[in-house]
């Protein structure tokens, strides 16, 4: 069984740390009303986004078995650690498709495509709001809830459907989608019951800011979800000191 939370924060530790600085040279000596730089729900390309489908031994067998992962790779990466997935992540050649991570042997495949699985619960329709308000909180693209849910693109399926099929899978995504006023995307985990835990940047002068610490230009907020099928998910946690992602340097 994969220890979901650890896997996240390897995410999360892989954002700060390898896209942010990415991000950087287009953010500073701009005025925050101009930092996003191109229109919400576009994609950041100064990082590139990933996609794992995570648990137990057998799970990329049942996947290729199934036709829901399309082209896995033969080489089996071993990653232990935050270090050993950016290592990973940074290594690839071809950042696109996704990759399945068995947490039993610890090692990741890449695969080309994953497609939509089999077996959906009777009735499922991804692009039906009513659907989706009970695995997605409203905000999730926008802060302000203006961008609607049904704007969920092939890697956010994945991230929703998978788990809907496969159960004891979870599904963890760096996100290229811009979010809020930074225009960086979100990390987020999934699992069955829809979204569980996520994390994203805000600058200082955020409303989202008012209680971090004023001493760093861009902060982390982490907020955790409980949801089941038959109601929406909501937040049980929010944390918003646990990561002082970027102090900038006196001049």
């Excluded at 990973?88 to 699985?117: E, Q």
């Excluded at 399926?157 to 290229?176: C, D, G, R, S, T």
């Excluded at 109601?231 to 990561?243: A, S």
Aim: charged share 25%; with cysteine; hydrophobic share 35%.
């Amino acid at each position: 069984m994969i220890n979901d939370s650890q896997f996240f924060e390897w995410m999360v530790h892989h954002h700060i740390n390898t896209n942010l600085p990415k991000c950087l040279p287009h953010l500073e000596g701009e005025s925050m009303a101009t930092r996003v730089g191109s229109p919400r729900h576009t994609e950041n390309k100064h990082y590139d986004g990933a996609v794992f489908v995570a648990d137990g031994e057998g799970l990329i067998e049942r996947m290729i078995e199934d036709g829901t992962a399309w082209g896995v790779g033969s080489r089996h990466v071993s990653i232990k650690d935050a270090a050993g997935l950016s290592d990973y992540l940074n290594g690839l050649s071809n950042p696109d498709g996704g990759h399945i991570y068995d947490s039993s042997r610890r090692v990741a495949t890449n695969v080309r495509k994953f497609r939509d699985p089999k077996g959906l619960p009777e009735g499922f329709n991804p692009y039906d709001p009513r659907v989706l308000s009970r695995l997605l909180p409203r905000d999730f693209f926008s802060d302000d809830g203006s961008i609607p849910l049904t704007e969920l693109g092939t890697r956010g399926l994945i991230a929703i459907e998978i788990p809907l099929v496969y159960p004891e899978a979870h599904v963890f995504q760096i996100k290229q989608t811009r979010y809020g006023e930074l225009g960086v995307g979100k990390v987020i985990h999934t699992n069955e019951h829809g979204l569980v835990e996520e994390f994203f940047f805000v600058p200082s002068g955020s409303e989202l800011q008012d209680t971090l610490d004023p001493r760093n230009t861009i902060q982390g907020i982490y907020r955790k979800y409980v949801g089941t099928r038959e109601g929406p998910v909501r937040v049980t946690e929010e944390l918003r000191k646990i990561h002082p992602v970027y102090t900038p340097v006196p001049l």
